[in-house]
Every structure is written in structure tokens, then in C-alpha cells.
């Protein structure tokens, strides 16, 4: 953990909202893996932000869901698909060019 993770998760009032980054250290997920979480609809941005404007988390939607054990494997197996298909690509990639 870095030291602004620490800090963060250290608050004693943690804020209502979660930018990309704290999102993604307060559900111990990685930072690159919040938006994909995002598009298949495990994860819900406050209000409605356009497709270019920043996302934030609402923080007592992300507390239910890192408490629910059901959702922490879909999360999961979600983002373990994705890593699957990603490699299997590269893989298939370099077969080609070989």
C-alpha cells in the first residue's frame, strides 16, 4: 500500500463520494479494472455523468457491495473473463506472427 491509500483508508469519516482511484482501494480492486466493473453494470457512478465527465462512487452503494460475498465473486470472475480473453488474444497474436 502507498502511503496516500493508507491515509485514505485511515479517515475516520470516509467522503460520500469516490473518485476512480479511492473506489478502487477501498474494494481492493485495481484502479484500471473500476471502469470495466463500471461497463458491465457491476458498478454504478453517482448521478448520471456523461460518457467524458470524471465518475465518482457513492460510498454507501461501494460499503453494501464490498459487504456482499456475492458480489465480490461476480466482480471477480468478471474481471478474471476479461484477463482470460485478453490473453487468449495475445496469445492467438503471436501464433500469427510466428
Avoid at 485511515?10 to 484502479?31: D, E, K, M
Avoid at 471502469?35 to 460518457?51: C, E, N, Q, T
Wanted: charged share 30%; no cysteine.
Amino acid at each position: 500500500m502507498n502511503s496516500d491509500q493508507v491515509a485514505f483508508l485511515s479517515l475516520l469519516h470516509l467522503p460520500g463520494r469516490f473518485t476512480v482511484q479511492q473506489t478502487a482501494w477501498y474494494l481492493g480492486f485495481p484502479a484500471r479494472e473500476i471502469p470495466s466493473l463500471a461497463r458491465a453494470k457491476l458498478l454504478k457512478p453517482a448521478g448520471r455523468p456523461g460518457p467524458k465527465a470524471t465518475k465518482v462512487y457513492s460510498y454507501p452503494l461501494l460499503r453494501r457491495l464490498k459487504e456482499s460475498e456475492r458480489w465480490v465473486e461476480k466482480a471477480s470472475a468478471h474481471i478474471y473473463r476479461g484477463t482470460e480473453r485478453k490473453n487468449r488474444k495475445a496469445r492467438m497474436k503471436r501464433k500469427r506472427n510466428s
